[in-house]
């Protein structure tokens, strides 16, 4: 089998001395939704963030279709086709919507407006407030927003950092319906979650962290069947 | 009749002298809250940075008048405000390239910057002093008025006399375009929206491949013009005089600050607010009052002009103790 589209092996590094991540390992092939779960203090943010280059690792490599991009910064990587989502201050409040998706395409030389219009048509609720601030949006429809603004520049692989915290179950829902629809036009999604058993459910990947390192690894549908699983992370 | 010259009165002695003041805090406090909003720090420097700007028109002002050229009935000083503008630019930004960007880089708090901007405050005011002195300098020629009183008595047939300044019409019609430049730059340029991104989100700018330094640059470049344009259209209006920018700037950030930090919008309107309440407190309504038939026994004056900046100083308490983001919601301070 070719090597998975993304691949983070062997992760190691933390902010301090202590290290956070221990030899975590990440991989997400084409148009999968890997999603990361784990108690508090995992290292599940810690993992995602190394994966982007907001952490320096001290062990491990990080490859993007191949390459090797480990030494890269966050912008450097944003180019190489990684978007990020992250889990607070994810938009620019005082500009409008469509301001948002501009700037999130600010990369970009070519013509974009066909992007926005696939972005439109996936979070039709934004479409109809784009000329309003994001900021004023609600809950949901800012994580809408901010989605949108990482997708404008077409990336292959999108990362969430908790995309459904503070939202109402509904709107859970409806945000985890799109980003199955997001991976089904063939994007990549890595994902983490603290509502781990509806994220599971949509996973086709699970990687259950414990202390910065990899506990179990299987499919969404495996680990919600798995009964220790369960029993130590999923409640029950 | 009485009537119509209270109204003159009122247009003479309260409307036009403040409209005039509150484009040019207008102007000052569009860079003070433009460099809040990217920069992140209150810039004490700017009051000295349109008096550094002012200083250097001033001296193109003179070398164009020795070779002759000049605008006819505009002031050479609008000829000269380009060159003043682009000189004073390149020492600022000289200044961010010493002083701010080692304090940015090391991501330090902002009352760092700000003691920092101090520093630069007392460099610019002293370089300034050595530049072109100490002394109350006049450098409007041209016309001097567009409506004279002598005229207006004849075209109207009143009593009471009403004049405008060129200066005055030149502050309001610079200050109008300039905000509909700076408006237009930051609702529609791709740099400009980069600006405003920047000023919401530093770290989501950054993610989205906006440079800072070039957003740094461009507001240095942006407040600085600002800066001198306010600098000299207050030397035309009002005599240049080195000490007085330093004691426009509590006037500025009081307009700053009630406009609400960090909002262009707010800048502007806090201009006018401040403008309008300190010509308004300091000055004496006898004359309007009697116009109106009533009979005052004072000169209707609730505060003596040296205690004019005293009105900013209120303005400001009362604006932080109950609404500190100001009036349009600008970053609480």
Redesign the interface.
């Known amino acids: 089998m070719a090597e998975p589209y993304l691949s983070a092996t062997d992760m190691r590094g933390g902010y301090g001395k202590a290290d956070i991540l221990n030899g975590c390992t990440l991989t997400v092939e084409r148009g999968q939704i890997a999603v990361i779960v784990g108690p508090n203090g995992a290292g599940k943010s810690t993992a995602m963030k190394a994966v982007f280059g907001m952490l320096a690792l001290r062990e491990g490599k990080v490859a993007l279709a191949g390459e090797d991009i480990t030494r890269l910064t966050?912008?450097e990587r944003?180019?190489k086709g990684m978007g990020?989502v992250?889990q607070t201050?994810?938009?620019?409040?005082?500009?409008t919507v469509e301001?948002n998706l501009?700037?999130?395409a600010?990369?970009r030389e070519d013509d974009y407006r066909d992007t926005m219009a696939q972005v439109y048509e996936l979070f039709p609720a934004v479409a109809d407030k784009r000329r309003q601030n994001a900021g004023e949006l609600s809950g949901g429809q800012r994580q809408q927003v901010a989605v949108g603004?990482a997708l404008m520049t077409r990336p292959s692989l999108l990362m969430l950092d908790e995309p459904t915290a503070g939202v109402s179950p509904i709107v859970m829902d409806e945000l985890f319906d799109r980003i199955i629809e997001v991976a089904r036009t063939g994007i990549s999604i890595l994902m983490v979650e603290q509502n781990a058993r509806q994220a599971l459910e949509i996973a086709d990947i699970g990687y259950v962290l414990v202390q910065g390192a990899n506990r179990y690894t299987d499919s969404g549908q495996a680990l919600l069947a798995d009964p220790e699983v369960r029993r130590t992370f999923l409640g029950g | 009749m009485d009537m119509l010259n209270a109204l003159v009165a009122i247009l003479n002695f309260v409307v036009i002298p403040a409209a005039s003041y509150g484009a040019q805090l207008a102007l000052g406090a569009l860079g003070v809250t433009l460099i809040y909003g990217i920069l992140r720090f209150s810039n004490f420097a700017h009051g000295d940075t349109m008096a550094f700007g002012a200083a250097l028109v001033i001296l193109i002002t003179w070398g164009l008048q020795a070779i002759g050229i000049g605008l006819g009935p505009l002031p050479t000083a609008l000829l000269a405000l380009p060159f003043g503008i682009a000189l004073t630019a390149v020492f600022i930004l000289g200044t961010d390239r010493v002083v701010y960007r080692f304090y940015r880089s090391k991501r330090s708090a902002p009352i760092i910057l700000v003691m920092a901007s101090v520093g630069v405050m007392f460099i610019m005011n002293g370089l300034t002093r050595l530049i072109i002195g100490v002394d109350e300098i006049r450098f409007d020629d041209g016309a001097r008025f567009l409506v004279s009183v002598q005229q207006f008595r004849a075209w109207t047939g009143l009593s009471e006399g009403l004049s405008l300044r060129v200066s005055q019409a030149l502050t309001l019609v610079v200050t109008a375009l300039a905000c509909w430049a700076l408006f237009r730059f930051l609702n529609r340029s791709r740099a400009g929206k980069a600006m405003r991104a920047y000023s919401d989100n530093e770290d989501l700018a950054l993610l989205s491949g906006i440079d800072p330094e070039r957003v740094v640059r461009l507001t240095w470049l942006i407040a600085t013009a600002l800066a001198v344009t306010a600098g000299t259209l207050y030397g035309l209006d009002k005599s240049f005089k080195v000490f007085n920018y330093f004691q426009i700037l509590l006037p500025i950030f009081a307009a700053a600050i009630v406009g609400g930090l960090g909002n262009p919008l707010g800048a502007v309107a806090g201009g006018f607010i401040v403008a309008f309440s300190e010509v308004a407190v300091t000055y004496p309504w006898r004359k309007i009052a009697t116009y109106l038939g009533f009979e005052p026994q004072g000169l209707l004056q609730l505060l003596s002009t040296e205690y004019k900046f005293a009105v900013s100083f209120v303005i400001l308490i009362v604006v932080l103790l109950f609404r500190p983001t100001g009036l349009f919601r600008g970053k609480s301070v």
């Open positions: 966050p912008q944003v180019r990020f992250p201050h994810n938009i620019f409040p005082t500009m301001e501009e700037m999130g600010f990369i603004r």
